[in-house]
């Protein structure tokens, strides 16, 4: 992208107030630019604005469409997509679906604005929104039901972790504890770019599209 360029934000969420409060969050950034807004999953779809944003705000509750299936329909039509979750603490058990869906995070609706414009910021940049506090409790508080699921329902998982080495296995922990590269470096006393190397064998190996896809199986499997 061109560094004169905004990063476009599109915002789909069934409340008219959130919407206009987030846009002009949003707008009040010279680097962030609001290029549209929905009401819906289904009118974000026929949205060429959304499908087209760098990063879309996506409400998980909505009718006609809800976020989840939103996620992934946008997905399809564009993987370049970054997709940030909106949720309420502990009424939206839905989030990690959407983030199984392909979303690259998500927040509380109630989260600081500084802690939503960058976390804009990170999803663009390839990071996982994952590393506030609450944000950590909220994916602990979603994963525990999913692991009383049978036993068999994550063997994949299970396999593909038996896959990495021990040094990515430690990176794979690190990650979950919402370490940046470059914490992670110091932790492991290595490089960041050795850093960043294990952390795209972990990707591959788990087969995720991103960082907090691979914190979610981390969670889901019970390694942390």
Known sequence: MDSMQPIKVAIVDDQLLIRSG???????RHDLTVTGEASDGQEALRSAHIRDADV??????MPVMDGIAATKALLEVNDALKLIVLTTFDLDEYALDAI?????????KDAPPEQLLGAIDSVYHGDAVIAPSTTKRLLE???TPKR????????ADLAALATLTGREREVLEAMAEGLSNAEIAAKLFVS???VKTH?????????AR???????????????
Request: proline share 0%; net charge positive; hydrophobic share 45%.
């Open 22 to 28: 987030l846009s002009m969050l949003i707008n009040s």
């Open 56 to 61: 879309v705000l996506m409400d998980v509750r």
């Open 100 to 108: 199984d869906a392909g979303a690259s995070g998500f927040l509380l």
């Open 141 to 143: 508080h979603l994963v």
């Open 148 to 155: 009383a699921t049978s036993s068999g329902h994550y063997d």
């Open 192 to 194: 960041g770019t050795t």
């Open 199 to 207: 952390v795209g064998k972990v990707l591959t190996k788990l087969q």
């Open 210 to 224: 991103d960082r907090v896809q691979a914190v979610v199986l981390a969670y889901r499997t019970g390694i942390v």
